[in-house]
């Protein structure tokens, strides 16, 4: 109970570091980095050797890192991927507008379908990155406003007697935060150089993004429930990463990777829709000196772990999840379904996940939408389309799924952890149909 209890205090500190994609991935480094794993570059060359440790990114916000085992005659690939964005909204290019010359307001648009209501009347301030000329030169900077900055006011509701009977929000008009008084007029690209250490001339373009100041909470009658923003889906991504950490491969290559742009669907050079996962794979292979045939052996008895937070039940609302195949925070990672494969997970993979889950004392259970309702999906049968490999969908339990501010199980970090550490400590492999766990 305190390991569990301890890897969710844990996953609060990694999430308050990570108000965007791009925190959230230099994050990661720091932390590969100190485990002794060097940073390759994409237009570099990359010598490899067996025992390696080595990790890459793309766009600032994507990144997969790889632990070469033994690598002795047959090898495959043990992958584990989850994504580092969440849905929020970015600050357009020309930000300030201002409104009857008292009020100066961010001009903004959504990033991914959150739950707009979340955002009202909370103190939200900005991060993001910023391209900055240096001597000539272009380099990424990283910014975070770490103070109360901007706010979106709600209608009272004597000018909207219709508020709470379900109202349309309209983006360009409801939804922009609060920057300042009329005086305001023009300071907003000046704080953000200052808070980057850099002029404003400085700045020649940005990708920034609205945070929730509010921390992470640990709460209920036992403390049995957390509450933050991003567990969907850096939860995951924590706990993956953790378990790739602590995992020791056999003759495998662990591979762990975390991609961008899963809320938005994907299709970017740094998304699961990208060839960012096929490259460093067969990368890695020819780097340790394999053929083209011996990586389509690879990949053959390769498999993908594909790690994105499920919907628990409501306490509300029971009637919106399946009768049966429904699940609970605490109690364990959740295996997902669909039969329209928006989830990837079928009878082999399924079968190997629940053993590995065994074998680390984890508790699964299983998730599939009611069959009248439409879910989401996920990255898993994105990444399957471009690395064919056997795959499993799983993720945990949570509440409020795309709120600012979303709910998950104090234990459940943790057993994603365990699960994680015995898939990267084992070697899935298959032969003429047989498949088995060593």
Request: aromatic residues 14%; hydrophobic residues 40%.
């Given at each position: 109970?305190?390991?569990?209890?301890?890897?969710?205090?844990?996953?609060?500190d990694f999430l308050k570091d990570s108000p965007t994609a791009f925190h959230a991935v230099k994050r990661m480094g720091e932390e590969l980095e100190a485990h002794g794993y060097v940073r390759l570059w994409e237009s570099g060359t990359w010598e490899l050797r067996p025992n390696g440790r080595y990790y890459v990114i793309r766009n600032d916000?994507?990144?997969?890192?790889?632990?070469?085992?033994?690598?002795?005659?047959?090898?495959?690939?043990q992958i584990g991927a989850s994504h580092s964005d969440?849905?929020?909204f970015k600050v357009k290019e020309n930000?300030?507008?201002?409104?009857?010359?008292?009020?100066?307001?961010l001009n903004t648009e959504g990033y991914g379908g959150m739950l707009c209501a979340t955002w009202f009347d909370r103190p939200l301030s900005v991060a993001g990155r910023l391209i900055v000329k240096e001597d000539?030169?272009?380099?990424?900077?990283l910014v975070k406003v770490d103070r109360d900055l901007i706010l979106i006011p709600s209608v009272a509701i004597h000018m909207n007697r219709k508020a709470n009977e379900?109202?349309?929000?309209?983006?360009?008009?409801?939804l922009l935060p609060l920057f300042g008084d009329g005086s305001a007029k023009g300071d907003f690209k000046k704080l953000i150089a200052r808070a980057a250490g850099v002029t404003e001339d400085a700045v020649y373009g940005s990708d920034l993004y609205l945070y929730s100041r509010q921390e992470p909470s640990v709460w209920g009658a036992k403390g049995e429930f957390i509450s933050a923003q991003h567990l969907d889906d850096?939860?995951?991504?924590?706990?993956?990463?953790?378990?790739?950490l602590q995992g020791s491969p056999k003759d495998s290559v662990n591979v762990y990777a975390c991609f961008d742009n899963e809320e938005v669907g994907s299709r970017t050079k740094q998304g699961a829709d990208s060839t960012f996962l096929y490259d460093t794979l067969s990368r890695i292979h020819a780097g340790l000196g394999g053929t083209r045939e011996s990586f389509y052996q690879a990949l053959a008895e390769s498999f993908l772990v594909s790690a994105d937070n499920a919907h628990a039940v409501h306490p509300n609302h029971p009637e919106k999840t399946d009768a049966r195949n429904c699940v609970y925070m605490n109690e364990g990672i959740v295996i997902k379904s669909h039969a329209g494969q928006k989830y990837t997970s079928d009878a082999v993979s399924i079968a190997l996940f629940r053993e590995l889950c065994e074998r680390a004392e984890v508790p699964v259970q299983f998730f599939a939408n009611r069959s009248d309702q439409a879910g989401g999906s996920t990255l898993g049968n994105i990444s399957a389309s471009k690395v064919s490999v056997h795959s499993v969908d799983i993720g945990l339990a949570q509440l409020a799924m795309h709120s600012s501010y979303e709910t998950a199980g104090m234990m459940d970090t943790g057993y994603l952890i365990q699960a994680m550490k015995a898939y990267y400590s084992a070697r899935i492999s298959?032969?003429?149909g047989v498949r088995s766990i060593v």
């Open positions: 109970m305190m390991e569990q209890h301890t890897a969710a205090r844990e996953l609060a916000s994507s990144v997969i890192a790889f632990h070469v085992g033994a690598v002795k005659g047959r090898w495959n690939f969440f849905p929020t930000p300030e507008l201002e409104v009857q010359k008292k009020y100066i307001q000539g030169h272009f380099v990424t900077k379900g109202f349309p929000y309209n983006p360009q008009i409801d850096l939860q995951c991504a924590y706990g993956v990463l953790q378990g790739f298959e032969e003429k």
